[in-house]
């Protein structure tokens, strides 16, 4: 299936709404939830340094290409 969104965008998206919700489920459920939003940070942090990033690698499955590849 084609889609016209780039990989890189589904990441930032991604990645921005996974950081919203993290914020909601610490205000409104849990204090201990920030650690959820820790760990995304932490995350973006690494994938700067190494590349990797375990939604990269999903969303690649699922069909999406770099804007390089495109």
Do not use: D
Not at 15 to 29: E, K
Not at 48 to 65: D, M, R, V, Y
Request: glycine share 4%; with cysteine; net charge positive.
């Amino acid at each position: 299936m084609k889609t016209n969104i780039s990989l890189e965008t589904a990441i930032i998206r991604f990645a921005g709404f996974m950081v919203l919700l993290s914020v909601a489920l610490t205000y409104w459920l849990h204090p201990n939830f920030i650690w959820f939003t820790v760990f995304i940070g932490a995350n973006l942090f690494q994938s700067s340094f190494t590349s990797f990033c375990p939604a990269a690698t999903i969303f690649k499955k699922f069909g999406l290409q770099s804007s390089a590849e495109k």
